[in-house]
């Protein structure tokens, strides 16, 4: 995914903020996707910008439109605190990136007192199709500021970002081998695990705030309006570390760390992903076979959604406030969810074929919803305040296990309706024209509105 800001942006009125941290008088990486669609004009265009150009503590990445005479294709211009300023840049004077409408990986990095640059098309290798070049690294650090993406900081008119931009990753303390850049290049996930991740900014989405997946906390806070959604661009590839996503492979794998997401698009399974003491913990999957075996441990947040997934299963949390399940469409199953002592808790599908085996311990609130499902079944729990299991469309509603609640519902819609009920009071509303009702006891109060029935029981129905 990526976001494209408009061929009406040159003066910079659509753009995103972000907190850039220090860069170190040591190694880092800086790395962003763009695609090539309207390089037209005789100004430059800003990708990322903070400070002041030729100032001191400020960090300028940019290219020249097709008309513009001077500069490069992919240029920075840095001055830390100290040292003279660094202006670099490669692709020749006046090459500019053609409207072409291929995706590019672009690499700025430092490396000991080398700064390199690589301008990788989709597919492409450094040595077969990229660009790249070297010079020395004239400055010191950059102290930490606020980034502009998609315009100059100061806001000049020509130089705002007329194309879509992608990925946007930062590394402190480390920077990426050639092989490592061409792996990227070709769309598949790196290995080595990135461990001082500073920021990563994937904007799939036309969202105000854009999440900054590195765990950091430096999210990008949208200005202006009318930027359009890019669905078919050809990266949003895994770095090795934090949040990761995944397009078109066969499975995640394991991993385990202190904040967790992943997302996966066409994929097999995503599986054996562990979290512990984290905020938030999400699993995403579109057309994936797969959603399975998440751990999570006392985290405030955690949800496992799929779309499009043949089964949804093995989620296990304990200590959280929240957890979610979601399943749409074409989803089979959904099953072994297994809670401890959350506030929350919620299963819930869509189009699926089954949602079963769900057990909750201690939840304050619990919820199963299938829609069009052909079962909802072995749900059991204990000691929630309340409880809700519903279906619409589907076959049955069985096997609904409670104790120890002040109330449970069940609902289903036109077809055989179970009910079961474990507390002393319940209030049952079903908008069906018909229903059969059969008692233990006679302690059973009826009344029949519009071709719905009320039901009030201390019995099971």
């Known amino acids: 995914m990526a976001l494209s800001f408009g061929a009406d942006n040159g003066g910079g009125t659509r753009y995103f903020t972000a907190p850039l941290p220090a860069l170190v008088d040591g190694?880092?990486?800086?790395?962003?996707?763009?695609?090539?669609?309207?390089?037209?004009?005789?100004?430059?265009?800003?990708?990322?910008?903070?400070?002041?150009?030729?100032?001191?503590n400020s960090l300028h990445v940019f290219t020249p439109e097709a008309s513009q005479a001077s500069g490069n294709t992919w240029t920075l211009?840095?001055?830390?605190?100290?040292?003279?300023?660094?202006?670099?840049?490669?692709g020749g004077a006046g090459v500019e990136f053609p409207n072409d409408g291929v995706d590019r990986l672009c690499v700025i990095q430092r490396v000991g007192t080398s700064l390199q640059i690589y301008v990788v098309p989709e597919g492409s290798t450094v040595a077969s199709g990229g660009?790249?070049?070297?010079?020395?690294?004239?400055?010191?650090?950059?102290?930490?500021?606020t980034l502009n993406i998609g315009r100059r900081a100061d806001g000049a008119a020509d130089r705002g970002w007329q194309n879509p931009l992608g990925q946007i990753a930062l590394l402190l303390n480390d920077s990426l081998t050639t092989d490592e850049i061409n792996t990227l290049a070709t769309g598949k996930p790196i290995t080595a695990v990135r461990a001082t991740t500073a920021m990563d900014l994937r904007f799939r989405t036309d969202n105000a705030t854009e999440p900054d997946l590195s765990g950091n906390g430096r999210n990008a806070t949208r200005v202006g309006t009318g930027f359009t959604v890019v669905t078919d661009f050809f990266a949003d590839t895994t770095y090795g570390f934090g949040?990761?996503?995944?397009?078109?492979?066969?499975?995640?794998?394991?991993?385990t760390t202190a904040a967790t997401g992943a997302t996966l698009s066409g994929s097999t399974v995503i599986a054996t992903i562990t979290s512990v003491g984290s905020a938030t913990a999400l699993a995403s999957a579109s057309g994936a076979t797969a959603v399975d075996r998440f751990t999570q441990v006392a985290a405030a947040a955690f949800s496992v959604a799929a779309v499009g997934a043949a089964a949804l299963g093995a989620f296990g949390a304990t200590g959280a406030m929240r957890a979610e399940v979601q399943a749409s469409a074409t989803t089979t199953t959904m099953g072994g969810f297994v809670l401890s002592a959350n506030a929350g808790a919620l299963v819930n599908a869509g189009g699926g074929g089954a949602l079963d085996a769900f057990d909750q311990v201690a939840a304050i609130r619990l919820g199963a919803r299938a829609d069009g499902a052909s079962a909802l079944a072995d749900f059991a729990s204990s000691g929630a305040i309340a409880a809700e299991a519903r279906a619409a469309g589907g076959a049955i509603l069985a096997a609904f296990v409670s104790v120890g609640r002040i109330g449970e519902r069940h609902v289903q819609y036109e077809h055989q309706v179970v009910v079961m009920i474990s507390a002393p009071a319940i209030y049952v509303r079903l908008p069906i024209p018909e229903l059969a009702v059969s008692a233990t006891h006679d302690d059973i109060d009826c009344a029949v509105e519009h071709d719905e029935i009320a039901v009030t029981a201390t019995a099971n129905l």
Not at 31 to 52: E, N
Not at 131 to 145: E, L, Q
Not at 243 to 255: I, K, Y
């Open 243 to 255: 949040a990761v996503a995944l397009n078109g492979v066969a499975s995640q794998g394991t991993m």
């Open 77 to 90: 211009r840095a001055l830390g605190s100290t040292g003279t300023e660094v202006n670099f840049g490669i």
């Open 131 to 145: 660009i790249s070049g070297s010079t020395t690294w004239t400055t010191g650090a950059i102290t930490a500021g």
């Open 27 to 56: 190694n880092w990486a800086l790395l962003c996707w763009i695609r090539a669609v309207d390089f037209t004009g005789s100004g430059f265009q800003y990708a990322l910008s903070m400070g002041t150009l030729g100032g001191a």
